[in-house]
């Protein structure tokens, strides 16, 4: 009987032993799978995650109205956490915040980056990725007073800026005999050096053109002066039609007047129209994952937000190769 006991004893605790150990190895299966999940959920947050800190973009007044869109969109829909600062001192001027120990992060720029700069990036060790946000069109604009100058070709638009002529009437004999009012943004701004550069063949403009840092004041000056006349980037004229009237520019097929149809570097108002930019510091997108982020939001949303900000799109293949390099900097 005792036998017997001590027998029904030992089975049982090897029965135990037996469920333990199985019942141990799915602990350890379940504690394995747990790990496994999350280790894949580790890899989804870590793509969706909650980003901290702040991306700081300086620069072109022109490329600002679409920057400042793709970060007011960015903050509310994308990543709270994140404070991306949107400033506009010029692209020459944000150049020199940019190029710099512990610069911004981008600069907005409406001309390509100059010899001298990428030699300043280059001697600093700072690598500079160059990203097309963005087509513009140079748009010259009088008041809604003027009812004569709406309509100029390239070579009178010259003229007026070089000083070559100083009355409408020296322009077309039907025309006010007054004195033009010419006027546009300063050194400070790409707009300025691509009229320069690519309009003027890097003639200087006249003393009496009256230069501005600020966009809003070209506006009020313009507006406000029937004998103004002034050059900026599309998107202000689109934002202040209110105001101001474009000037159409007959390119030697009849007048073309600036528009999101027209303005395209093989279309109607080609020989007016510009690619915009902004850099990005590569390093700083390796080191910070906000900047990264941004980067890539901007260049995935870039052409749903071109044309309220009055540009034209880029190209969507443009854009994803952008995409596909920056992904690469995570």
Known sequence: ?????????????????????????????????????????????????????????????TVYPLMARLAEEYMTNEQEGVSVEVSR???SAGFKRFLTENGTDFNDASRQMKEEEQKEADDLGIDVKELKVALDGLTFVVSKENDWATEMTPEQ???????????????????PDEDIQPMGPNENHGTYEFFYESILDKTDLADHVNLQQEYSTLVKLVSEDKNGIAFFGF??????????????????????????ET???????????????????????????????????????????????????IPEEEAAENVKFLEQLK
């Open 157 to 175: 638009v010259i003229q007026i800026f070089k000083g070559d002529v100083k009355k409408w009437s020296e322009l077309n004999p039907e025309w």
């Open 89 to 91: 001192a010029g692209t």
């Open 263 to 313: 303005i395209a570097e093989d279309g109607e108002y080609a020989d007016f129209t510009r690619p915009v930019f902004t850099y990005l510091n590569v390093d700083h997108a390796k080191e910070k994952p906000q900047v990264a982020n941004f980067a890539i939001y901007a260049m995935n949303h870039v052409n749903d937000f071109a044309g309220e900000t009055g540009f034209a799109p």
């Open 235 to 260: 998107g202000y004229y689109v934002n202040n039609k209110d105001e101001l009237q474009a000037v159409s520019i007959d390119f030697g097929e009849g007048a073309v007047e600036p528009s999101l």
């Open 1 to 61: 009987m005792n036998m017997k006991k001590w027998l029904l004893m030992a089975a049982l605790a090897l029965v135990t032993a037996v469920l333990v150990a199985c019942g141990g190895g799915d602990d350890a299966n379940t504690k394995e799978d747990d790990a496994n999940q999350d280790d894949a959920n580790g890899e989804k947050t870590e793509e969706t995650a909650e980003l901290e800190g702040s991306v700081v973009i300086d620069g072109s007044g």
